[in-house]
């Protein structure tokens, strides 16, 4: 065993380490009490400990993170970025260099990146390191994380039950206590809905925050990349460390003047704030309502007044169709001509229908778009947060590849019981999901909270006010439950 890991167990309980915060512990890695070599042997054994039973962490790089670790721990502990060696995972759909990044298919199930996507890089010069892959359904296509390459991930709640998609694998990694903070990636949701189901906290932020490497599309835009944590403060500090603009990608942003942990922390309070149990866009089942409307109902508890509003979101059924499909006919057409017999239904489906697609289909999609983005802009003129729930059932049966009925209405397809969600992807929001509460089977439920474009400053402070409101933070980790 090595001798830094006997240090560790005899100034900290290695609990104790794996239940701190992440900017605990980046105070901790900046004051010399932990090392980033001591925090990657926890996670080792906390991995082995617990992966077993869940299946988040499927690829494990730790011999390239101590390598990184070393070359980090020959600066000044000031010059080590905003995360100062603190280790994250990276979803399985990004490149990381010498790491296998399979994207859940077996069309890849061999490849090894060359070199890291801009995000990684980003990330690795703010002082992270990669240690691990997290599980994700097959390209991310699908709410729910299980793909023929590792199979499901399953929630440590009760692991008869989804974890949802597509940033599954962060989220139980987050929940389960084998990450402090987490990278995803999110288009109808993917980083809200695990975030919801496994009680942490994960942000789809707005476009251009994060850059990332362009593939198949320069202006690219429904699916963004994202943090996840345990609670809103460490999210934060995790989007401080992904943010800020690149050349390599043409949309991305300038890093603000402030920092967003600095946003948080100030505790800038919104005026009004309206909740919405469905967005005009869905079913909603009863006791998520009930759960999402009572704690959003608690900002009254602070002076925040609260009204039932939503702006008119009536296309995003249509309009998120026609583009998801338009995203999937240009990303992965090629595959469907080469590898049609290694592609799950789900996505064959997507391709082909975006195949289909007239450019007066494309023309009228992006028009209800646009349409909705101005009446969204409008709408937060008069309100400053939008809240809903982050989604609309409790954690389903894992062997359900997706929700097929809510509230006595039956969906079509495995996209539409996400339309709480990807209705704001449309409108270009920021978004997070915030624990909230317990259904009565003990499930974890996520509220999701909205601010208007580019406003991630004033959504993660009235999160955080709300989070001290609820007092669920520190709910999370847990070691998996019993399946029933």
């Not at 061999?110 to 010069?125: F, G, P």
């Not at 240009?330 to 007239?358: F, T, W």
């Not at 494309?362 to 947060?385: T, W």
Request: glycine share 8%; charged share 20%; net charge neutral.
């Amino acid at each position: 065993m090595p001798e830094r890991w006997l240090k560790i167990k005899r100034s900290s309980d290695v609990q104790e380490l794996i239940r701190n915060t992440a900017c605990d512990l980046v105070h901790k890695l900046r004051n010399g009490e932990v090392t980033p070599l001591d925090l990657l042997d926890v996670l080792e054994k906390r991995i082995g400990e617990v992966d077993g039973k869940l299946n988040a962490l499927p690829i494990l790089c730790f011999d390239r993170a101590r390598t990184h670790a070393r070359a980090l721990m020959k600066h000044p502990a000031s010059a080590r970025g905003f995360l100062a060696g603190l280790p994250i995972p990276i979803k399985d759909l990004i490149d990381v260099a010498g790491v296998r990044n399979t994207q859940g298919s077996r069309i890849f199930s061999d490849h090894v990146a060359t070199t890291s996507d801009i995000l990684v890089e980003r990330l690795e010069q703010s002082g992270a390191l990669v240690y691990a892959r997290s599980n994700t359904p097959e390209f991310g296509a699908g709410a729910n994380t299980v793909n023929e390459l590792f199979g499901p991930t399953l929630n440590p709640w009760n692991p008869s039950r989804s974890a949802a998609g597509s940033s599954g694998g962060a989220a139980v990694a987050v929940a389960a206590g084998m990450a402090w903070v987490a990278h995803g990636s999110d288009m109808g949701g993917s980083l809200r809905n695990p975030a919801s189901f496994c009680g942490v906290v994960g942000l789809r932020p707005s476009l251009g925050r994060v850059a990332r490497t362009p593939k198949f599309k320069i202006d690219r835009n429904l699916g963004l990349q994202g943090p996840m944590a345990r609670n809103v403060e460490d999210v934060a500090l995790m989007l401080d460390a992904m943010s800020g603009e690149h050349p390599g990608d043409p949309l991305s942003l300038p890093t603000p003047m402030q920092s967003f942990l600095a946003s948080t922390r100030a505790g800038k309070k919104p005026r009004l704030v309206a909740y919405s149990p469905n967005l005009g866009v869905t079913s909603v089942d009863p006791q998520i309502a009930a759960i999402t409307r009572k704690a959003a109902a608690r900002f009254a508890e602070i002076g925040v007044t609260v009204e039932e509003a939503h702006p008119d979101l009536r296309e995003a059924q249509e309009c998120f169709h026609v583009l998801r499909a338009f995203d999937f006919a240009i990303s992965k057409a090629a595959l469907l001509r080469s590898h049609r017999d290694l592609l799950k239904p789900e996505v064959i489906c997507n391709i082909e229908e975006g195949l289909k697609l007239s450019v007066e289909q494309v023309e009228r999609a992006e028009g209800q778009r646009v349409a909705m983005v101005a009446r969204v802009l409008k709408f937060f003129e008069k309100y400053d947060l939008l809240l809903t729930p982050a989604t609309i059932v409790e954690p389903f049966a894992v062997q359900d590849r997706f929700v097929t009925e809510c509230d006595g209405k039956r969906f079509e397809n495995y996209v539409d019981w996400v339309a709480i969600a990807f209705a704001i992807t449309l409108v270009c929001c920021p978004a997070l999901s915030l624990p909230c509460g317990f259904t009565s089977s003990g499930l974890p439920v996520g509220l999701q909270i909205v601010a208007a474009p580019r406003a991630e400053g004033q959504l993660l402070a009235s999160a955080k006010l709300l989070e001290d409101i609820l007092g669920l933070r520190g709910s999370t980790p847990i070691d998996p439950q019993a399946a029933t």
